[in-house]
């Protein structure tokens, strides 16, 4: 069983539902309420784990009870908590999401993921270290993802690095990081200046760029490769970024090739928004393996 760390958000998602968004002033009658675990870094903790890894934390929640729903829904996925701490008298972190008019308003409050800190990182270098591979995204102080960056190349751990909300970050980041997972936004954010096919070429096995129902475009240092997704019908979205990174994580760990990795990662998140809910469609490892 591979070993994977993910460092990262941690959130409660409070989503409505209604047949349209109120106009200032007003109110209306919606379809439903629900409240489903979220947050990058867990969406992606919980997706490893159900894919067969050996997965740990490291995160920050509130002392509420969304904090203690959060934690109880890593125990239930099987996802090591040692990691996690709780901070006293700060919320945790929410989404606030409104489904209406055929798409989604959301409002993200970050609370207890502010407090996901350098020093959060230096009580878990032993796992870090320990780790076949690193998870990260940029839901966290940036402070935090450059550190991170720094120990997992001065351990020689690989680090994926999903940039995730999108913004800047500097060169040195994208040199030391293994992997960087960015969709096709991000990616022109993060090379604004350069053409797609030369950033490609210029970071070969390294940049793997999710195009949606394109599928995914890397480079192997001889050609550029676009590895096509799976055909489903999609329920929700929500959640199918963080189902690949975590599923190409768990099949680079395992020595898959890139080709192979990232197939499996598209079969996974493909199965992923069949279901309600960022984790409510992430397959488990046999749903996965029966359908490839």
């Not at 972190?93 to 207890?112: E, F, P, Q, R, Y």
């Not at 998870?135 to 940039?163: R, S």
């Not at 929500?238 to 190409?248: E, Q, R, S, Y």
């Amino acid at each position: 069983m591979v070993k994977i760390t993910v460092i990262g958000s941690s959130s409660i998602d409070l989503v409505v539902k209604a047949h349209k968004r109120p106009s200032q002033g007003e109110t209306i009658l919606g379809e439903s309420f629900k409240t489903v675990p979220g947050g990058k870094g867990a969406n992606q903790a919980v997706a490893a784990a159900r894919l067969g890894a050996e997965v740990y934390m490291v995160g920050c929640v509130g002392d509420d009870a969304f904090g203690e729903s959060i934690l109880e829904n890593f125990k239930k996925n099987d996802v090591n908590t040692s990691y996690m701490e709780m901070i006293k008298n700060i919320e945790s972190g929410t989404a606030h999401i409104t489904l209406a008019d055929g798409d989604n308003s959301i409002i993200v409050i970050k609370g207890a993921n502010d407090y996901v800190t350098p020093n959060s990182i230096k009580k878990a270098l032993d796992i870090i270290q320990e780790s076949d591979i690193v998870l990260i995204q940029q839901e966290i102080p940036p402070e935090t993802v450059k550190y991170v960056c720094e120990v997992c190349c001065q351990f020689g751990v690989p680090l994926i690095l999903n940039p995730a909300p999108a913004r800047k970050i500097c060169k040195e980041i994208i040199e030391k990081a293994s992997y960087i997972t960015p969709n096709e936004l991000e990616t022109s954010i993060l090379f604004e200046e350069i053409d797609l096919h030369a950033v490609l070429l210029a970071y070969p096995n390294k940049l793997f760029i999710t195009e949606g129902e394109k599928g995914v475009r890397f480079h192997d240092g001889e050609r550029e490769i676009v590895v096509p997704t799976f055909n489903v019908t999609a329920i929700d979205t929500t959640g199918a970024g963080d189902t690949f990174n975590a599923a190409f994580a768990v099949a680079l760990a395992e020595n898959k090739t890139y080709e192979e990795s990232v197939r499996f990662a598209n079969r996974a998140a493909s199965l992923s928004v069949t279901k309600f809910g960022a984790q409510g469609g992430m397959p488990t490892r046999r749903e996965v393996e029966d359908s490839m």
